[in-house]
């Protein structure tokens, strides 16, 4: 949708306001209730949800350069519209998502000054999403410095929470008080008795990335990401910032099944996405965290026409559609974050990625690029359009991107308005070659997916390479039965579970705290369109029987329930194939074994299933038998109740065949 369409509303009724006045909008369903309160001391909002007050009067606004206020406000008109409409996606967790909210926008004027901005606000069943619309006028461009919007929680409120200290994103959430967070990033989750909230932000193009700073024991406040001179942004108008929601819901599991984020987000971008076709994939990849081999050239490099094929050979036969290749192309030597001079196009010479690319296209196989950046976006963007070119001179049209630095070019943060028009600029790139993106070290998604489908996965996750060599042991249990709810609520998440192999005599301080069989039911738990394989074809050879699972659960679907959850404690989660009618369910738990008894309602009613079933064995424990498991079948139908007995650390995934 292009601005000027963006700023035309179409008006269900039009209300006069004066600075004083309180104006409401409420969800299609009655329940969620926003108000906009305009007084001599600035804008400020107030959220409800039946009874219960989740937002108390929060402020609005911003600070400009040269200590500009922009926080109070002469509200010129309002008017109110509503939408209800279907849409299709091209890949998700649903194939179909109902968009129907409630719309007020209210047009004002700096009070004292002459600049123009809109608030827009939608209100869903599920929560609201609010945003500011500069139109176009005089002022052409603007210096932003501040956000001063806000978010007042009830008091009783704990959250699930990431500090923004934690670099790439790759931090775990805590749970605390309000009274106990330091900075923090989105998504936030917020527990309230029988109530469960999730702050974030949506269609994050050219701004910079919302962190939330606590102002006081109950409220937290918008601190945008800077550039390295201080400048939150540099906004020419027209603009729209990005969408502040929050998801609202009774259960955990009503934030994992709200699309309202995708909703905030513009239709697909693409006129043929056709290309952006779900999949999964091994990788020469943990063997190098496993220090078996280097990235680098050396005698034990990874990434040699030899090795490759082998991995080719392996996926071919088992219908894997794609392997990952890291350490291909020059530039890995030494301390390679500090290299501003990777090559995307040059390949080191025991790599053959003409007879790769040759040998993978005999075989049915996909080849995945690796572009490491070391965060020199600079050199990257000079060199875009030579790489992409080259992928698909080799048939390749996927690639996993990566920034390991601390600083893009040795300056900007990630996260700022810098890194966030970097990344959109290598997502429209992508497109236009046809390419699909995996993205490392990546600014927390927004929901960008639905509008660029080949923005497939990122990472911005503290996922299972951790568990290969970090100083602290690896992931706990209980990390994967949180991650749903937080960082999962951003969008898909690039996690690389399913090992099967639990020693690394390279790095004996470190491994996978998990068993093999919840290993398989994170395929389920954990959504991504690209998943990978990540253990070695050795491994998964040693356990063929299980690594059927994995073969057989799909990465694209048409439907997405959770029928129990308690978030940091336990999750199980039902998902229905896109592409047959077969169901499947992942179970996990978190350091503490456990009995629970899912019912199979999400089944079709008046029809009997085979349930393959993968579970932890009687004697298995995360610690001292990880890879101990059984698999059995049985008949189920919808009325039944399947009880899941799950190990300490462990997990049961199921497959569920209609007959």
């Known amino acids: 949708m292009k601005l000027n369409q963006l700023l035309a509303v179409t008006a269900a009724g039009v209300l006069t306001a004066c600075s004083s006045n309180v104006t409401e909008v409420k969800s299609p369903d009655g ?81 004292g000054g002459d600049l123009l901005v809109n608030l827009e606000v939608r209100v869903f069943d599920d929560g609201f999403g609010y945003r500011y619309v500069f139109p176009e006028q005089q002022r052409d461009s603007l210096v932003v410095m501040e956000e001063l919007t806000e978010f007042k929680l009830p008091a009783e409120s704990q959250a699930w929470a990431m500090s923004a200290e934690n670099a790439y994103l790759e931090g775990y959430f805590n749970k605390s008080s309000l009274a106990e967070l330091d900075t923090i ?154 290299n501003e001079h990777f090559s995307f196009t040059d390949p080191y010479d025991d790599y053959d990625i003409d007879e790769l690319s040759r040998y993978a296209q005999e075989k049915g196989v996909e080849l995945i690029m690796h572009h490491e950046t070391g965060a020199w976006t600079k050199n990257y963007e000079a060199q875009l359009d030579t790489a992409y070119q080259y992928m698909n001179d080799h048939n390749i049209h996927n690639v996993k991107t990566g920034y390991v630095n601390l600083l893009m070019d040795g300056k900007e943060d990630h996260s700022s308005q810098y890194g966030v028009r970097h990344y959109r600029k290598v997502i429209e790139t992508a497109a236009k070659y046809t390419s699909n993106i995996d993205n490392h070290e990546p600014v927390m998604p927004t929901g960008l997916q639905r509008t660029y489908p080949n923005l497939m996965t990122q990472e911005g996750v503290r996922g299972q390479e951790h568990s290969a060599w970090d100083q602290d042991g690896g992931n706990p249990p209980y990390h994967t039965v949180v991650m749903p709810f937080t960082r999962g609520l951003a969008g898909p998440m690039d996690f690389t579970f399913g090992t099967f192999n639990y020693d690394n005599p390279n790095s004996p301080h470190a491994r996978v705290q998990t068993t093999l069989a919840k290993e398989l039911a994170l395929y389920v738990i954990i959504y991504s369109p690209m998943q990978m394989a990540s253990d070695l074809p050795e491994n998964y050879a040693a356990h063929l029987d299980a690594f059927q699972f994995i073969k057989d659960v799909p990465v694209d679907w048409d439907e997405t329930v959770v029928p129990a959850a308690v978030i940091g404690d336990y999750v199980a989660i039902a998902r229905k194939d896109r592409n047959s009618t077969d169901w499947y369910l992942g179970v996990a738990t978190d350091e503490e074994a456990r009995q629970l008894d899912i019912p199979l309602d999400f089944l079709d009613a008046d029809a009997e299933y085979t349930a393959q079933i993968y579970a932890d064995a009687p004697d298995a424990d995360w610690q001292s038998n990880p890879t101990a498991y059984v698999i059995t079948e049985q008949t189920v139908t919808a009325e039944d109740i399947l009880p899941v007995k799950l190990a300490a650390g462990g997990g049961t995934a199921v497959r569920f065949i209609k007959k």
């Open 185 to 338: 990033r989105t998504p936030v989750t917020i527990e309230l008795p029988g109530k469960y909230l999730a702050i974030h932000e949506a269609a994050l193009t050219d701004f910079p990335k919302m962190n939330l700073m606590r102002t006081d024991d109950v409220t937290l406040r918008s601190q945008l990401v800077p550039w390295s001179n201080g400048v939150a942004a540099y906004v020419a108008t027209p603009f729209a910032t990005p969408w502040r929601f929050m998801i609202i819901g009774d259960e955990p599991g009503d934030l994992v099944t709200s699309y309202l984020m995708l909703n905030l987000n513009e239709p697909c971008a693409i006129a043929d996405a056709s290309f952006c076709k779900p999949m999964k994939y091994l990788g020469v990849w943990w063997e190098m965290h496993l220090f078996k081999t280097y990235w680098y050239k050396c005698d034990r490099h990874g990434a040699t026409t030899e090795n490759v094929k082998r991995y080719i050979d392996f996926v071919a036969e088992h219908g894997i559609p794609g392997v990952l290749v890291e350490g291909w192309n020059k530039g890995w030597e030494g301390h390679w974050p500090a």
């Open 31 to 111: 329940t969620i209730k926003f108000n906009l309160d305009n007084t001599e001391s600035g804008l400020t909002y107030t959220v409800s949800d039946s009874e219960t007050v989740v937002v108390s009067p929060s402020r609005l606004g911003f600070v400009l350069a040269d200590g500009e206020m922009l926080d109070k406000f002469d509200i010129k008109s309002t008017a109110t519209s509503s939408h209800d409409e279907t849409w299709e996606t091209t890949w998700g967790e649903s194939r179909f998502v109902r968009d129907n909210y409630n719309q007020l926008t209210v047009e004002m004027q700096q009070r």
